[in-house]
């Protein structure tokens, strides 16, 4: 939608738009902000499945929308792991319906975002105990996750407001961070629909997983290290048969960052 024009700004997987790039040269796009440090990218099975291990997914039935990231960095995965992609069917549903259908023996396993799955397993009577979770990150996938997006008009013609935005952005996580039940209580001030107690929970997972790193303790959120996206460029290359992979430069640029100062969460 960004690269559309429909939106100035937004947050996606910066793996994802290693894919784009590659595929929509005449409309790439840059990421200018990092705020997974650690991808949440995971796939969820029942303990009773017997799974246990990447090729016991062998002729297994997958289940996550088309969009999701983790589904569309299988490939990675599998490359990654020695599976074939043919090894594995997968079935599209609609977002609510992913962990019912799993919980329901619909499908054996589903792919989504640690923090959103884990959580939305245990509101269907899942316990934690009783899920084999493969994290990417686990089986040598180092990718950066989600990250912010610019359109161009944005970087040319309004650099300051984009430069000023990701300043919010850092004070932001750092009060969620200091005080997340009152990051809690401002969102449900703007959508009073919210599970407060299940989102406080996802808010905390994100942030002790994905947010807070011995990388953004140290040095600031943000940024990415040339050396690991150029591997993580490398790995989905490799899975999607790029014939023209987008370099670090293609997908990534530093010019809006927040000076070290006002880069640090704590």
């Known amino acids: 939608r960004v ?3 429909a939106y100035d700004m937004s947050l996606a997987d910066i793996n994802s738009l290693v894919e784009f790039n590659a595929s929509n040269p005449d409309r790439a796009m840059k990421s200018i902000f990092m705020v997974y440090d650690r991808p949440p990218f995971a796939l969820f099975m029942l303990k ?3 799974i246990t291990k990447p090729e016991d997914l062998i002729g297994k039935t997958l289940g996550a929308p088309v969009f999701d990231a983790s589904r569309k960095l299988y490939p990675a995965f599998a490359s990654a792991t020695g599976l074939d992609l043919d090894a594995v069917t997968w079935e599209s549903m609609d977002p609510p319906l992913r ?3 799993l919980v329901r023996g619909d499908v054996d396993a589903i792919s989504g975002h640690y923090f959103t799955s884990i959580l939305n397993l245990q509101a269907q009577g899942v316990a934690k ?6 994290m990417y990150k686990d089986f040598g996938m180092d990718f ?3 990250g912010i997006l610019a359109s161009p008009d944005m970087m ?3 650099p300051e407001e984009v430069k000023g935005f990701l300043r919010g952005v850092v004070k932001g996580w750092a009060a969620a961070i200091a005080d997340p039940q009152s990051a809690i209580d401002a969102l449900k001030e703007v959508d009073p629909l919210i599970n407060p107690d299940l989102e406080l929970q996802r808010l905390q997972m994100a942030i002790d997983e994905n947010v807070v790193t011995p990388a953004t303790l140290e040095e600031g959120m943000g940024l990415v290290k040339a050396d690991r996206m150029a591997k993580a460029i490398d790995q989905v290359a490799l899975a999607f048969g790029f014939e023209n992979k987008p370099s670090v430069d293609d997908i990534y640029t ?3 960052m927040p000076s070290a100062e006002d880069r640090m969460l704590k």
């Not at 105990?129 to 493969?134: K, R």
């Open 156 to 158: 040319e013609n309004h």
């Open 99 to 101: 962990e019912p259908m």
């Open 129 to 134: 105990d009783d899920l084999t979770v493969f």
């Open 254 to 256: 530093d010019e809006f």
């Open 3 to 5: 690269a559309s024009g």
């Open 144 to 146: 950066y996750g989600n």
């Open 48 to 50: 009773s499945s017997g």
